[in-house]
């Protein structure tokens, strides 16, 4: 079993940086991929970015073009996400989630969410 929770969310403009942290409970979080999705009112939640249990190989969703980095700290049981040059179409739930799988993890544990809002 593990536990997520997520922070950093908040409330920002158009063209600002937001870093999203997401802290996890349980055993052997090292031996899980690890992402993060979103989900905007009225949409499909998607795929922003995953990063393997070795933190070696990170993949990203095609609309982040270069914007948000995935890393993680193994020994803090923690995963980030650096967002920048945010606009308003990244407004959305982001959603922390750990699981097994190479090279297409099955993703069993969530997090609450972490609300992003972005205004111009």
């Known amino acids: 079993q593990v536990q997520l929770v997520e922070s950093g969310g908040g409330a920002v403009q158009t063209g600002d940086s937001l870093r999203l942290v997401c802290v996890a409970s349980g055993r052997s979080f090292n031996t899980y991929a690890l992402a993060w999705f979103r989900q905007a009112p009225g949409k499909e939640r998607e795929f922003v970015a995953g990063?393997?249990?070795?933190?070696?190989?990170?993949t990203y969703g095609d609309f982040v073009k270069g914007r948000f980095t995935i890393s993680r700290e193994n020994a803090k049981n923690t995963v980030y996400l650096q967002m920048s040059s945010l606009h308003s179409e990244d407004t959305a739930v982001y959603y922390c989630?750990?699981?097994?799988?190479?090279?297409?993890?099955?993703?069993?544990?969530w997090g609450q969410g972490t609300q992003v809002t972005v205004s111009s």
């Open positions: 989630a750990a699981g097994l799988g190479d090279p297409r993890p099955t993703y069993d544990y």
């Open positions: 990063i393997s249990w070795s933190g070696t190989i990170a």
